[in-house]
């Protein structure tokens, strides 16, 4: 059974930095595709980015350059680092795996496995 479990996620002011992780049971980081996706108070679930089994990463245009996505194979532990966070990246955060056709990992509907999502909140 495939379980993905998020933490890291929180309070912080603007400006600031979070680094979330997602602990991944039943499958292998080395041999999956990997993300993240958020969605906001509103909005629609949107792809933040992607790291794939071959290590090639994609990114949102909006998080590129503040967002970092790595991943610990040894560990299967999947990360994203978050700089300069703004109140309109405050979300909840979703880590996913299992992705169905590599050239549409910003789509939900291609990831098979969720978790449980982990709070962002970023004040002013």
């Known amino acids: 059974q495939v379980q993905l479990v998020e933490s890291g996620g929180g309070s912080v002011q603007s400006g600031g930095s979070l680094r979330l992780s997602c602990v991944a049971s039943?499958?292998?980081?080395?041999?999956?595709?990997m993300g993240w996706f958020r969605q906001a108070p509103g909005k629609e679930r949107e792809g933040v980015a992607v790291?794939?089994?071959?290590?090639?990463?994609n990114y949102a245009d909006s998080v590129k350059g503040r967002f970092t996505i790595s991943k610990d194979n040894a560990k299967n532990t999947l990360y994203l680092q978050r700089n300069s966070l703004k109140p309109e990246n405050t979300a909840m955060y979703y880590c996913?795996?299992?992705?169905?056709?590599?050239?549409?990992?910003?789509?939900?509907?291609?990831?098979?496995?969720w978790g449980q999502g982990t709070q962002v909140t970023v004040s002013s």
């Open positions: 039943g499958l292998a980081l080395s041999t999956y595709a």
């Open positions: 996913t795996a299992d992705l169905a056709e590599r050239g549409s990992w910003y789509e939900g509907n291609e990831w098979g496995y």
């Open positions: 790291i794939y089994s071959d290590d090639i990463i």
